[in-house]
């Protein structure tokens, strides 16, 4: 492909040879394993999953772990015009010839794109025509607990975390190859005993007259009816890496990022990955502060992003960022946290988030009235968001972004209008303190996903999304506020694909060989090609996005991301009884219910809890610890619940 670079446009995302990237002598290894994730270099290389496994794989002498992102379209004519065939990064293995192709499923409007990947690298898209030779297909990601629409590409499918289960399953494939006469299906079977690794050949689909899944079930004894996530226990003691890979050119997130802990437990009804990532486990400031340390000393990135769903509610978070401001201002380095929840911040912090650089602000209300933040689980207040501006503008913030979603369960026109208002309430109030200060609203629709509370509702239509976007944004412009939307075609597709079944996956490879894909990418959505495939085969998409009955079977039900059907389904029937709508955070006291912990050692895991936070002996200021020991939990929920009744 070398030969290829000097008529592409960006050639430097694919010369494999950025600092800090690994190119093993291929002689000397056992197995080689691609990490692709279907995108571009520049959303790949973001991706916090992908640099993790990268790193950890490669730590292994006997293991080569090589990445692969999809050509731009200028590369692609020129290897389809040559007949060559994509290949890894650092060593140009062609797809076909790796072991262990694992390809990430980040999100519905990848799909295609999933189908891209095998089709560019030479191998089959179906795994029932794949053969011993070809590499093992593997999926993962945040797609994993709802992968209908896709299963039939993959051989197996890992659902949460990969740390470990990772190893398990080379070792399964050693083994299995090693066996010069066992089949593919022996390994599918080897596969299947792997805890959270799901394999969609071993389980059947049967469908009623009108349409909807009668049954899954098991064709063999070695697949479980009910397959359970792969569940971390302690994050501190996991693997994280202490490097990362510099690129050559500009990615989505041009930083260090450093997890600083994994899963949530507020419960928002929306919000697939806080349930999936269930339970809590957080990292010791210690440990956090050594990876940032690491990872500027081999980088020289200047800004540091503390990743989690929600950083803010980390418990230690005021003096972890004190300390690793404390430790990097003299090398300039900004600090980041790009996921917050209105009131989870303390003055204190923000002034020491300003102390280097200012980086953007951003919270996400989701709703704009107290009744629909019920109705979510969102618990936070008007007054909480208020007091979250007050605390930005205060502390020199010229402009915060705000995240809304229209089409939750009861959504009326006073739930828009109270959007409205809510918007227009924080600019005022952040002018009071700064005259400059703006707000962008930032508008999205809800699509309600599998293994939440709200996967039984309806998908508002694409009509009915474009007019309430359309109202918000139009009342919002006309009074000087900047607004952006998502766009209610994308919405309206991944609603369909993440909702579906197999009976998808013919419509999706027929869309991809029609030159389908990279949907998430505005300019490329061609909605009237999927409407042509989705007609020409006989499937009304508009089905999937219906309301479903509570006793129906869905298409992901034999897939556990360890939160039981009966507590999602108890905490949806919650909103008809208006009198007590919301859950309450389970971080501190009490139990939710949803039953993610107590299997083995399972369990929320604290970093205000560990014996030796910073590793010094010193003793945390009472005032934070306990502040973060309320914060969002159990005490804070019901005081709100009391106050609102």
């Avoid at 008529?7 to 990490?35: C, I, M, W």
Wanted: charged letters at 25%; a negative charge; proline letters at 5%.
């Amino acid at each position: 492909m070398d030969d290829l670079l000097a008529f592409v446009e960006r050639p430097s995302q694919y010369l494999g040879n950025e600092l800090n990237a690994v190119k093993k002598d291929l002689a000397q290894v056992a197995v080689t394993v691609g990490l692709a994730y279907p995108d571009l270099y520049e959303i790949g290389m973001s991706n916090t999953g992908l640099h993790i496994l990268y790193h950890m794989l490669n730590e292994n002498p006997e293991v080569a772990a090589e990445r692969v992102f999809l050509p731009a379209d200028d590369l692609v004519k020129l290897l389809e015009r040559e007949g060559r065939l994509v290949t890894t990064l650092e060593n140009r293995i062609p797809l076909a010839e790796l072991d262990v192709l694992g390809i990430q499923i980040p999100h519905e409007l990848s799909y295609a794109n999933i189908v891209k990947v095998l089709r560019l690298g030479g191998i089959p898209i179906w795994t029932a025509e794949r053969g011993r030779e070809e590499p093992l297909i593997l999926g993962g990601g945040p797609g994993a607990f709802g992968p209908e629409a896709v299963a039939p590409f993959y051989d197996a499918i890992l659902l949460g975390d990969g740390e470990e289960a990772f190893w398990e399953i080379l070792t399964v494939y050693q083994s299995w190859r090693a066996d010069e006469g066992a089949p593919r299906e022996a390994l599918h079977r080897a596969l299947a005993g792997v805890t959270g690794v799901y394999v969609p050949s071993l389980y059947e689909v049967d469908y009623t007259d009108e349409g909807t899944i009668r049954s899954v079930r098991s064709t063999d004894p070695s697949a479980p009816e009910m397959v359970f996530k792969a569940v971390l226990d302690d994050l501190e003691t996991a693997y994280f890496p202490e490097t990362a890979i510099v690129p050559y050119s500009t990615t989505v997130h041009d930083r260090l990022g450093v997890e600083v802990m994994r899963g949530c437990t507020v419960g928002c009804r929306f919000c697939q990955a806080g349930m999936i990532y269930r339970p809590l486990r957080e990292r010791s400031p210690k440990r956090i502060l050594d990876l940032a340390k690491c990872g500027l000393g081999s980088t020289g990135f200047e800004d540091v992003s503390l990743l989690s769903l929600d950083t803010g509610d980390y418990t230690l978070i005021d003096p972890l960022t004190k300390e690793l401001l404390a430790q990097t201002e003299d090398q300039r380095v900004s600090l980041s946290l790009p996921s917050l929840r209105a009131g989870s911040l303390t003055d204190e912090v923000i002034r020491d988030i300003r102390r280097v650089r200012r980086t953007s602000f951003t919270i996400a209300p989701e709703a704009g009235t107290q009744r629909l933040r019920d109705v979510i689980n969102k618990n936070i207040s008007d007054e909480e968001i208020l007091e979250t501006v007050e605390r930005v503008s205060r502390n020199g913030w010229t402009g915060l972004k705000l995240y809304f979603m229209v089409g939750f369960p009861t959504e009326t026109q006073e739930d828009l209008d109270g959007l409205i208002k809510l918007v227009l309430k924080c600019r005022g109030l952040g002018r009071e303190f700064k005259r400059s200060f703006n707000v962008m609203a930032s508008i999205g629709t809800l699509v309600p996903k599998p293994q939440t509370p709200f996967q039984w509702d309806s998908q508002i239509t694409h009509a009915e999304s474009t007019r309430r976007m359309w109202y918000v944004t139009h009342e919002l412009r006309s009074k000087g506020v900047g607004c952006k939307f998502h766009d209610p075609e994308a919405s309206w597709l991944e609603g369909v694909l993440t909702r579906g079944d197999r009976r998808l996956a013919p419509v999706i490879a027929e869309v991809e060989a029609r030159g389908g894909g990279f949907e998430s990418w505005r300019d490329r959505l061609d909605l009237e090609l999927w409407y042509r495939v989705f007609n020409e085969m006989g499937i009304d998409p508009e089905t999937y996005l219906r309301q479903r009955d509570y006793a129906e079977i869905l298409p992901w039900d034999h897939l556990s991301a360890r939160v039981t059907k009966k507590f999602l389904l108890g905490d949806r029937k919650k909103i008809d009884r208006m009198s007590s709508p919301t859950t309450f955070d389970c971080r501190d006291d009490l139990c939710a219910g949803c039953a993610v912990c107590f299997d083995d050692d399972t369990r929320n895991r604290l970093a205000k809890y560990h014996p030796d936070p910073f590793g010094d002996g010193r003793e945390l200021p009472q005032g934070l610890v306990s502040r973060a020991a309320v914060g969002h939990g159990v005490a804070r929920t019901l005081e709100q619940q009391a106050s609102r009744r």
